[in-house]
């Protein structure tokens, strides 16, 4: 495709985020592509691999203890995407830095790792034991902190719809955290995600991921039940593609704090609306579920020469 004349954050040319450099602008959302380790035997006639020119791999969530997640079905698609409630199935924050994250710098995956945590307090120790284990390592460029998952019900796990704490669990990773880069991912289930996002930044947070998944529900019309044993799920795919670029439009008019897109992409053309907007990287999430070469395909769409 041409690129438009505007377009000039080059999917393949490196960048800074924060106190860090990432080497490329399209990366694969958390949750959406495991932890960056089981494609690696797949090529194309045109890519070597699906982690072709990446900027980062965002890991799955990883939970301090390990979650086995909700009760099947947990996903259901429609034709505007699909809604699912994994429940935030992980194994365990000693296991991923044990097993998974020497792996991924073995690989050379660029990656980021994405924590979740059901207290604020939490966070502080996960990130200083993920510092010490891994901070030598060339490949590992920072850390989203999973404040936004709608799909776990048990206590805690909604504070980040709450700006005062958003900010304090973004402050405790960021003293741990001197020389990656430090992201929240934002959930859009608010009625101002800019508040969000400011207080992301108070706290010192290098950027901001927009958006996770957002609320819905579908309904089996043989049961006449939710087709979701726990009725609500998060919603993702091309369907929250305009969601996703209000609320990133919100943040970047209202706030100073970088922005790394995150909802509906599934082309590069949906890409290039985000870097309209003015957001710094972007994530695939559903559609690399689909296709686990969509985001490199992005990577070569929208390279320079
Ligand atoms: C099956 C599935 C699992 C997900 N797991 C996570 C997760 O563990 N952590 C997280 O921050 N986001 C998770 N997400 C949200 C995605 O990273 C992304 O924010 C969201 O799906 C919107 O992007 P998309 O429309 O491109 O999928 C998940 C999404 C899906 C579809």
Redesign the pocket.
């Known amino acids: 495709m041409t690129l438009p004349q505007w377009f000039t954050k080059y999917a393949n040319e490196s960048f800074e985020l924060g106190p860090r450099t990432f080497p490329g602008r399209i990366w694969t959302?958390?949750?959406?592509f495991s932890y960056g380790l089981s494609a690696h035997d797949m090529k194309t006639d045109e890519l070597a691999s699906p982690y072709e020119g990446l900027g980062a791999v965002?890991t799955?969530?990883v939970t301090p203890d390990p979650r086995s997640g909700n009760p099947m079905p947990r996903?259901c698609e429609l034709s505007s995407?699909?809604i699912?409630s994994?429940g935030?199935e992980n194994v365990g924050f000693r296991a991923f830095l044990a097993e998974v994250l020497p792996q991924l710098e073995n690989k050379q995956v660029p990656n980021v790792v994405?924590l979740a945590a059901s207290v604020p307090e939490e966070f502080g120790p996960m990130v200083k034991q993920l510092n010490s284990v891994a901070g030598q390592f060339q490949h590992w460029h920072g850390v989203?902190l999973?404040l936004?998952?709608p799909n776990v019900s048990e206590g805690g796990h909604d504070f980040g719809r709450d700006p005062e704490t958003v900010s304090e669990c973004v402050a405790a990773a960021r003293k741990e955290l001197p020389d990656r880069a430090l992201l929240v991912?934002l959930t859009p289930n608010v009625a101002d995600i800019s508040e969000l996002a400011a207080a992301a930044g108070q706290g010192g947070a290098d950027a901001v991921s927009a958006?996770?998944?957002v609320v819905g529900l579908d309904v089996d019309l043989n049961t006449g039940q939710p087709a979701l044993p726990r009725r609500f799920g998060?919603y993702?795919?091309p369907g929250?593609l305009p969601i996703?670029l209000a609320k990133v439009d919100e943040i970047i008019n209202k706030t100073q704090v970088p922005v790394v897109g995150?909802?509906?992409?599934a082309s590069a053309e949906d890409a290039l609306k985000f870097f309209a907007l003015g957001v710094q990287a972007v994530?695939?999430?559903?559609?690399q579920?689909r296709d686990p070469f969509c985001a490199a395909q992005l990577v070569r769409q929208l390279a320079a020469d």
């Not at 959302?29 to 959406?32: T, V």
């Open positions: 959302a958390s949750g959406c965002v799955k969530t996903l995407g699909a699912n994994i935030l994405s989203e999973n936004s998952c991912k958006i996770n998944t998060g993702s795919g929250i996703a995150v909802g509906g992409i994530q695939v999430g559903t559609a579920m």
